[in-house]
C-alpha cells in the first residue's frame, strides 16, 4: 500500500529556531500534499496544500512567511516553521494522495506526524 | 474551518458491543473518509465513500451515507480493546481544489 513517511517524529528546540519537517511519499509520486496542525484533543486544521513545481496554497489564517513550504519532487515536500516560538509547539502531519485532483476519490495516506517542542 | 460535525465526541463501551458514529457534513461533497488516529500517531483511512453510494463495509466496519441528509455514520461491531482511538470522518468537496477538511472526531474507548 502507499506509505508516507515523515521526518522527524519528534523536535524539541530553543525559541527562535526554524524547523524543518520532511514528508516523502515512498512508493507513489504525489502532485499534491497536504499539511496539517493538531492541537491535544483537536481535530486537524489544514494549513496548507502544497503543489509539486508551484507555490503552496495556504488556508486562511496561516502565515506563509512563518510556515514555508516546498515541493521540491513528486516525492518530497519539505515544510520549515521559520523563528519558532512556543506557540508554534503542537502536533504538525502530513498527508499524500495517490492520483490528482478530487476526481480520483482516492484516501490520503498519513506520515506519523511530528511532535514540535518550542522552549 | 470544519466541515464533519461528529457525534458523539467521545463514547466509552464494553469489549463486544458495537459502536456507533455519527458525522454530518454542510456542502455538497465528492466523498466522505473515515479515519482512525492512535494517540500520538498519524491517520489511518478505514473507508472511502462516493456520493453516490449509500453503504459500505469493510471487516468489522460499516458506513452509510445519506447525501439527502448530509449524514453519514460508521459501525464498529463486535468491538475489541484494540479499537480504542479517537475517528475522524473527513469531506471532500466537488471543486477542483482537492481539499479534505476533517471534522472534530470521535473519542472511543472500548472498556475490555
Known amino acids: 500500500g502507499a506509505v508516507v513517511s515523515q521526518h522527524p517524529s519528534r523536535v524539541i528546540c530553543k525559541s527562535g529556531t526554524s524547523v524543518k519537517i520532511e514528508c516523502r511519499s515512498l512508493?507513489?509520486?504525489?502532485?499534491?500534499m497536504f499539511w496539517y496542525r493538531q492541537f491535544p484533543k483537536q481535530s486537524l486544521m489544514l494549513m496548507a496544500t502544497s503543489n509539486e513545481g508551484s507555490k503552496a496554497t495556504y488556508e486562511q489564517g496561516v502565515e506563509k512567511d512563518k510556515f514555508l513550504i516546498n515541493h521540491a519532487s513528486l516525492t518530497l515536500s519539505t515544510l520549515t516553521v521559520t523563528s519558532a516560538h512556543p506557540e508554534d509547539s503542537s502536533f504538525y502531519i502530513c498527508?499524500?494522495?495517490?492520483?490528482?485532483?478530487?476526481?480520483?476519490?482516492?484516501?490520503?495516506?498519513f506520515g506519523d506526524g511530528t511532535r514540535l517542542s518550542i522552549l | 474551518s470544519q466541515q464533519g460535525e461528529e457525534d458523539p465526541q467521545a463514547l466509552s463501551i464494553q469489549e463486544g458491543e458495537n459502536a456507533t458514529m455519527n458525522c454530518s457534513y454542510k456542502t455538497s461533497i465528492n466523498n466522505l473518509q473515515w479515519y482512525r488516529q492512535n494517540s500520538g500517531r498519524g491517520l489511518v483511512h478505514l473507508i472511502l465513500i462516493r456520493s453516490n453510494e449509500r453503504e459500505k463495509h469493510s471487516g468489522r466496519l460499516r458506513v452509510t451515507l445519506d447525501t439527502s441528509k448530509k449524514s453519514s455514520s460508521l459501525l464498529i461491531t463486535a468491538s475489541r480493546a484494540a479499537d480504542t482511538a479517537s475517528y475522524f470522518c473527513?469531506?471532500?468537496?466537488?471543486?477542483?481544489?482537492?481539499?479534505?477538511?476533517f471534522g472534530p472526531g470521535t473519542s472511543l474507548s472500548v472498556i475490555p
Open positions: 498527508s499524500a494522495r495517490v492520483g490528482v485532483g478530487w476526481e480520483s476519490n482516492q484516501p490520503q495516506h
Open positions: 512508493d507513489f509520486q504525489a502532485t499534491t
Open positions: 473527513a469531506t471532500e468537496e466537488g471543486t477542483s481544489y482537492d481539499k479534505v477538511i
